[in-house]
């Protein structure tokens, strides 16, 4: 089951600068402004973010971003987006 610590993975290795997940989730992905190559801009998205997130996982088309659970047990995650 989903839950707050679903996060945001990326392989920017494999970014081919598409833009689709920029325009799918701009609210979570932006582009380098010289590489053209994904930047997460939300390493854990708001649940109301998921779907367009999940819309970028689908288009992607490098197979560049993953959105899953984080890896870490129960209780050790970070505070989302804590400053
Ligand atoms: S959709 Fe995939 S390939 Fe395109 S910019 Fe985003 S991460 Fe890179």
């Known amino acids: 089951m ?3 610590s679903m996060q945001v993975e990326t392989e920017i290795e494999r970014c081919v600068a ?3 997940c920029t325009l ?3 609210e979570v ?3 380098d402004e ?3 190559q994904v930047v997460v801009l939300v390493k854990h998205p708001a649940e109301e973010q998921w779907e367009a997130v999940d819309e970028a996982v689908r ?3 490098g197979q560049v971003v993953r959105f ?3 890896a ?3 209780g050790a995650a970070e505070p989302a987006d804590a400053p």
């Open 2 to 4: 989903r839950d707050s």
């Open 18 to 20: 598409s833009g689709m």
């Open 24 to 26: 799918l989730a701009p």
């Open 29 to 31: 992905f932006d582009q």
């Open 34 to 36: 010289v590489t053209g």
């Open 59 to 61: 288009s992607c088309p």
């Open 68 to 70: 899953e659970q984080a």
């Open 72 to 74: 870490e047990p129960a």
